[in-house]
C-alpha cells in the first residue's frame, strides 16, 4: 500500500503515535474524537492528522469524527500490528536484557524467539522463559525457526558480518541499536536506532533555551541602563 501511494516516511513515522493515543482513549471508553479534539491531545494541528488520515483513505465522517475502536484497528493493520512478528536478539548485555524484559511487545505481536551472545557467562542464562544460546547455534535456529526481526545490540565490531549473515538466512528486519549504520540489500529492512542522537538532541534544546534566557537578560539589562535617570 504504501509504496504504490507513494506515502511520505514522515507520515509513517507519525503512525505509531496515533496508534498509542487511540490505544489510551479506547481505555478510557472514549469512543468517538474529531481531529480537533485529537490534535488538543497530540499538541499536533487538526489539518496534519486529516492529511496524515487521509493518505489510507481518511477514515472520519464529518460532523461525527473518527470511530475511535476503528480507526485504531485500521491503523494497527496499516503498521502490520494484526499480524504477529517473530524476533531474536543478538547481544543480550545491559540493553540487550532490558529489551528482552519489556512486556509492551508481545501486546504488540512481537515474540520473542531467542537470544544469543558470544559471552560464555549469559550462555544459559534463562529471560522470559528463553534460554540465552551461543551465537555459533545462531544459523541452524534461524533457518530451522521462522525469524522476522533480529534485534541487534552488539559491539559495532561484528555488527556488519552479523547482520548481511541474517539477511542471507532469511531475516526480513533488522532493529540495530549498534553504533553504526547498516545498509543491506532493499529486501532487508533496516531502522538504525542512535540512542545518543536522541540524547544530543536534547542537550541542544536545553542549550538553545539556555542561551535565549541568556540573551532576553542581556537585553533587559540594557534596556533598564539606557532608561536609568542616572544616565
Known amino acids: 500500500m504504501t509504496e504504490e501511494r507513494k506515502i511520505s516516511m514522515a507520515v509513517i513515522r507519525r503512525l505509531p503515535r496515533y496508534y498509542r493515543y ?13 481531529s480537533r479534539e485529537l490534535s488538543e491531545k497530540m499538541k499536533v494541528t487538526a489539518s496534519q ?3 496524515d488520515l487521509n493518505n489510507f483513505g481518511g477514515f472520519g465522517q464529518q460532523g461525527y469524527g473518527y470511530n475511535v475502536e476503528y480507526l485504531h484497528k ?4 496499516i503498521l502490520g500490528l494484526d499480524k504477529t ?3 531474536i536478539i543478538v547481544g543480550v548485555g545491559n540493553l540487550g536484557q532490558a529489551l528482552a524484559n519489556y ?8 515474540n520473542l524467539i531467542g537470544l544469543f551472545d558470544i559471552n560464555p557467562r549469559l550462555i544459559g542464562m534463562s529471560m522470559r522463559g528463553i534460554e540465552v ?5 545462531m544459523e541452524d ?55 545518543s542522537h536522541s540524547l544530543m538532541t536534547l542537550a541542544y534544546k536545553i542549550n538553545e533555551a539556555e542561551e535565549l534566557r541568556s540573551e532576553e537578560r542581556r537585553v533587559g539589562k540594557e534596556c533598564r541602563s539606557r532608561w536609568s535617570p542616572y544616565h
Not at 512486556?103 to 512481537?110: I, V
Not at 534485534?151 to 533488522?174: D, F, H, Q, S, Y
Not at 549498534?178 to 532487508?188: A, N, T
Open 85 to 87: 512478528h517473530t524476533m
Open 141 to 195: 535456529f534461524v533457518k530451522t525457526n521462522k525469524v522476522d526481526i533480529a534485534i541487534l545490540t552488539m559491539p559495532k565490531t561484528r555488527v556488519k558480518e552479523t547482520a548481511e549473515n541474517l539477511a542471507k538466512w532469511g531475516v526480513k528486519g533488522l532493529w540495530n541499536f549498534s553504533p553504526v549504520d547498516l545498509f543491506l540489500p532493499e529486501h532487508v529492512h533496516v531502522e538504525n536506532v542512535h540512542l
Open 49 to 51: 492528522i486529516r492529511q
Open 74 to 77: 485500521e491503523i494497527a493493520k
Open 103 to 110: 512486556p509492551s511487545f508481545s501486546k504488540r505481536g512481537f
Open 22 to 34: 487511540l490505544g489510551e482513549l479506547l481505555d478510557n471508553g472514549v469512543t468517538k474524537i474529531s
Open 133 to 137: 544460546m551461543d551465537i555459533d547455534k
